[in-house]
């Protein structure tokens, strides 16, 4: 652990509160201007690097993201343990760059509206991921059913993985 | 169609929305501890504490047992395995994310910088 604990202390820490009945809110700072942090953000190739870390074991069967206000995205995904890839869609409601993106999650009614801000603090950026789920329900089922985003097994499995990960110490 | 209604979420969530209660469960769930104890470790006066320990008991996260003058409180059961577990589950893929992303952006910083596009 003590290894591993000193390369933790230069990470900037990532916060999750729910923060109603309806709202779950994810906060992370990052250590560049909003432009930069912005850019990986909106442009596909970059996107695609991070919101799958290799750690993840986690493939992309295919990745559209038509990046502005009114565009849509479609991400679908494989991983080993699942029988069939997994699709995620929406729409983008609001892009403002380099501020505020706003999408809807649509693979399921219960789908959660996504908005991220991104606010400057000295050079750095502070972005704050906000998901209003539709209603109160929404959120408790996704929680109680160990799902993360919305109701999706993926990110179930997802979360056994990184738990085995951390366990075994890799 | 199944319905997952938890009230005690309710309560639980609400106790869980505080950075120091969720530092007095990490702690707890380290050893138990009395009020006292807990109240020193988080720099905090006692009806402070106690304020935030009453929180968490009635949310069912912490059990507290007052043995002689001293009270003992100790993890709730399972309430908070599940939502803490998911809470935490979720919070580490963020940050898995986020350092894969902190390496795009140094990524980009360096680029910026040998195109000489830097804004002043």
Same mark, same amino acid.
């Given at each position: ?46 996107? +695609?690097? $991070? ?14 993201? #038509? ?16 029988? +069939? ?12 760059? =380099? ?12 789908? %959660? ?26 959120? #408790? ?5 160990? %799902?993360?985003?919305?109701? #999706? ?18 | ?5 938890? =009230?005690? *979420?309710?309560?639980?969530? %609400? ?10 469960? +990490? ?5 138990? %501890? ?11 006066? *006692? ?10 008991? +009635?949310?069912? *996260? ?23 577990? $998911? ?23 360096? /680029?910026? /910088? ?5 804004? /002043?």
């Amino acid at each position: 652990m003590g290894a591993k604990e000193s390369s933790l202390a230069m990470k900037n820490p990532t916060t999750v509160d729910r923060k109603s009945d309806r709202e779950l809110v994810v906060t992370r700072l990052f250590n560049g201007p909003p432009r930069i942090v912005f850019e990986a953000w909106a442009r596909p190739e970059l996107f +695609q690097r $991070w919101w799958l870390p290799k750690s993840f074991g986690i493939s992309y069967v295919s990745c559209e993201m #038509d990046v502005r206000t009114g565009g849509s995205y479609r991400l679908v995904f494989s991983h080993p343990s699942l029988e +069939q890839p997994k699709a995620f869609f929406g729409r983008y409601i609001e892009v403002t760059p =380099p501020s505020r993106l706003v999408w809807t999650n649509e693979e399921s009614e219960d789908g %959660a509206v996504t908005t991220v801000t991104f606010e400057d603090k000295g050079g750095k950026t502070l972005v704050v991921m906000h998901d209003l789920y539709p209603t109160k329900e929404a959120l #408790d089922a996704a929680i109680a059913s160990g %799902a993360t985003s919305g109701t #999706d097994e993926t990110f179930a499995q997802l979360d056994e993985l990184l738990v085995s990960l951390d366990a075994s110490g890799a | 169609m199944v319905q997952y209604s938890h =009230p005690r *979420l309710d309560a639980s969530f %609400a106790a869980l929305s505080d950075a120091t209660r969720r530092g007095v469960l +990490q702690q707890l769930g380290q050893a138990d %501890a009395s009020i006292t104890d807990l109240a020193a470790k988080f720099h905090m006066t *006692l009806t402070g504490m106690k304020k935030h320990v009453g929180v968490l008991e +009635q949310a069912g *996260l912490v059990t507290t047992e007052k043995i002689g003058r001293v009270r003992t409180c100790k993890l709730g059961r399972r309430a908070l395995e599940q939502e803490a577990a $998911w809470i935490e589950n979720y919070r580490q893929m963020w940050e898995a994310r986020f350092d894969a992303l902190d390496t795009i952006v140094e990524e980009l910083k360096r /680029k910026d /910088k040998t195109h000489g596009r830097k804004r /002043k």
